[in-house]
């Protein structure tokens, strides 16, 4: 993975970039899911006419058309996909053409009923809805290879063909499958981990309740269980869950690459604060583009900062590299408890939120509103209401407005801050029977994230394997569990100079979920300069106070000084008068412990402190707290600054460059009004 290095320390040998683009797509590519087969032939035919009007210049075809394409076994029917191929190439617009494999047809289930997903609790997953498939199973993962073949020799030589798209959202709805298939690769996934049944049992720890296995034939994934399955057995399936379907991605995008070596390949991961079910971070060496989706949370009134979590953690997963937003909505989507409308100027701001941040395409989910089917109240780039709406006036300012910005494509995002993430830390951090039920770890990530954002800090989101030099700040919240290398690079960064910041409920296991004995939090002890004997984590509800005011909540643990001092100590409740924040110098710079989960105003006022002893300033000072400002540095020393006024209120703010959204100079003084967004090339 590459991380391109902080801006002052830049010396310019990270900023190109290194992904393969969608085959003759120019400029940022524009566009969404486009699924013609739910449509007539004069729809399919103005489909286009909108789209150049649009100015989309990339669809994604065929995502769900494994049934349309292929009605019965062996029998193929490609006219309407080679009829929407060559209309589409036509009018110069490209496409990123699905491997059809996202749902299997009803005659596949029918005749092979074993490549059906079973739950935890032996329930199988019938067809009828999408993805029923066991990604185990051989026989599924054998007509997926079949059907990806016989779509990539069709349209290996097609004009429009840009970019592949594999099956769609991989465990979206079946992130982990119980099936005899699943225990079956599992035990395989086990040997090569472990390679004996005494090292297994070593690392399960099944002296405890009896659990011990005297061949690997004895195993089985975590099913329901009379009480809790054995934590390192649940942390072992996600982990096998996760390259499971990466060994299925990887299966595919080898036919794809032996057909059409001149084709990228990608597919629409799911990085957000909401979705644990890979980890993603072990995919991007498999990705030739980086591809993301997200929807963003309409039930809060701050979801721009959870979009833009999302949006760095994409841009981390392709290792600082730009990538594309493969689906977004314009406006509702169907299936969140209340399906908020976005307000104006809200889609542009989402979409451009994602640009700031790294993204070189925008799409959506998905071109016209279906009029049938599960999803006919989703949002759409065209809407029911047809052309007379202010969702398609929508998409065609989003399309001048990606025409515009042009230029960005390839620039990248530099930040001093940096976030560690950390999927089996978050997988392991919330299995049962813990100290306390209500830790979230993406919680906790976003807490850290939005104190970062309203500071106005750009943060780049990055694996615990990261080189860590380049940054000036790094925050690792809730890093469960680590190995002893991982917790020597923190180590490593702040006696480099960084403030490096250790979270609660870190370093507490190694990878394989066993207690690091001596006192918590194991792996960081020597590091942070303390020792906690004890947890005490608070009741709901119970609230105490820090000595700086601030109010406190969740946690709190009796923490021994062995080296470090203390920043905050308790001043009431249990634990009055012991440290609850700690700092420790160490080399050129210091390492704090925050073993305490401050209100969102103690947190902001902490992480003030802590970006100014790393001498980091926020983008652009002086901005409301919902005014998003960013920028993105090009290799030839182009900045491009974005400013997204998310408030009710007008923001100046002083600038000089171009105004690429209205193509207007400016120097001095610039308003961006109350839901507004520019984008200066700066001079
Ligand atoms: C995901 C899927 C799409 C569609 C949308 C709805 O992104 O990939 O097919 O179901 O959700 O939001």
């Known amino acids: 993975m590459r991380f391109p290095r902080t801006a002052p320390r830049s010396d310019g040998g990270t900023m190109t970039a290194s992904r393969p683009w969608p085959v003759g797509v120019t ?35 065929a995502i769900f058309a494994w049934a349309t394409l292929e009605p019965r076994e062996g029998e193929y029917d490609w006219g309407w996909l080679d009829e929407t191929m060559d209309r589409l190439a036509d009018a110069g617009i490209k496409v990123a053409l699905a491997t059809a494999t996202a749902s299997p047809p009803p005659w596949l289930t029918r005749s092979h009923p074993e490549i059906l997903p079973v739950t935890e609790d032996g329930t199988v997953l019938g067809q009828g809805g999408r993805q029923s498939y066991a990604v185990s199973s051989p026989v599924f993962r054998e007509y997926a290879l079949r059907m990806t073949r016989a779509i990539a020799e069709r349209y290996a030589e097609h004009p429009a063909l840009a970019l592949w798209h594999v099956d769609n959202e991989l465990g979206c709805h079946v992130p982990h499958d119980f099936s005899d298939n699943a225990a079956e690769a599992f035990r395989a996934w086990l040997q090569r981990r472990y390679r004996s049944i005494e090292t297994l049992n070593e690392a399960w720890g099944t002296a405890f309740w009896s659990q011990r296995y005297d ?23 996600a982990r096998f869950s996760s390259d499971e379907l990466l060994t299925h991605y990887r299966a595919l995008r080898d036919v ?33 583009l980086v591809a993301n989706d997200h929807y963003l949370i309409s039930a809060d009134p701050r979801g721009h900062i959870e979009l833009a979590l999302a949006a ?9 590299d730009p990538w594309v937003l493969m689906e977004h909505s314009t406006s509702a989507v169907n299936w969140q408890p209340r399906n908020r409308a976005k307000a104006p100027g809200e889609m542009l701001r989402n979409s451009l939120s994602h640009v700031a941040r790294g993204a070189d395409g925008i799409m959506f989910f998905q071109w016209r509103q279906s009029r049938a089917g599960a999803e006919k109240f989703h949002s759409a780039m065209y809407p029911h209401a047809g052309r007379d709406s202010d969702v398609w006036r929508g998409t ?25 993430v950390d999927y089996p830390s978050w997988w392991a951090a919330e299995l049962d029977s813990h100290p306390t039920n209500a830790l979230s770890y993406p919680g906790e990530l976003l807490r850290w994230y939005t104190a970062l954002w309203d500071l106005g800090i750009s943060v780049d989101l990055v694996p615990v394997t990261a080189d860590l030099a380049g940054y000036d700040l790094v925050i690792a919240p809730t890093l469960y569990a680590v190995r002893d290398a991982d917790a020597a690079r923190l180590a490593a960064a702040a006696e480099g100079g960084a403030q490096v910041v250790v979270t609660f409920f870190s370093g507490i296991v190694d990878e394989n979920d066993h207690v690091r004995l001596g006192g918590y939090p194991g792996a960081f002890r020597d590091l942070l300069g303390v020792r906690t004997e004890e947890f005490h984590p608070l009741l709901e509800d119970e609230v105490h106070h820090l000595d700086d005011g601030a109010s406190a909540d969740l946690w709190s643990e009796k923490t021994h000084l062995e080296g470090a001092q203390a920043v905050r100590t308790w001043a009431d409740g249990p634990l009055h008068g012991w440290p609850a924040i700690t700092r420790r110098a160490t080399g050129e710079g210091a390492a704090w412990y925050v073993a305490a989960r401050p209100s969102a105003a103690g947190l902001e006022a902490l992480v003030g402190e802590i970006a100014a002893a790393a001498g980091i300033e926020p983008t652009v000072s002086g901005l409301h707290r919902d005014v998003e400002a960013l920028r993105r540095f090009a290799e030839d020393g182009t900045t491009y600054l974005f400013v997204l006024n998310h408030s009710d209120r007008d923001q100046v703010v002083q600038v000089s460059g171009r105004e690429l959204l209205r193509g207007t100079e400016a120097d001095g003084a610039f308003t961006v009004h109350a839901g507004a967004a520019a984008v200066f090339q700066e001079s």
């Open 396 to 420: 065609v300012t989003l399309g001048r407005a990606l025409e515009a910005l042009a230029p960005v494509r390839g620039s990248r995002v530099l930040s001093r801050a940096a976030i560690v």
């Open 215 to 237: 061949s690997f034939e004895e195993i089985l994934p975590p099913r329901a269980a009379p009480t809790y399955a054995n934590p390192t057995q649940q942390l072992d399936f």
């Open 27 to 61: 400029g940022l590519a524009y566009g969404g899911d486009y699924n013609p087969e739910q449509w007539p032939q004069d729809v399919r035919v103005e489909d286009v006419e909108l789209m150049r009007e649009a100015g989309v210049n990339l669809v994604s075809v």
């Open 312 to 320: 760095d953690l994409t841009r981390g997963v392709a290792g600082g």
């Open 256 to 288: 794809l690459r032996e057909v059409t070596p001149h084709i990228p390949t990608t597919t629409n991961l799911m990085c957000s604060s909401a979705t644990k079910w890979m980890d993603y971070f072990s995919w991007s060496d498999d990705l030739d």
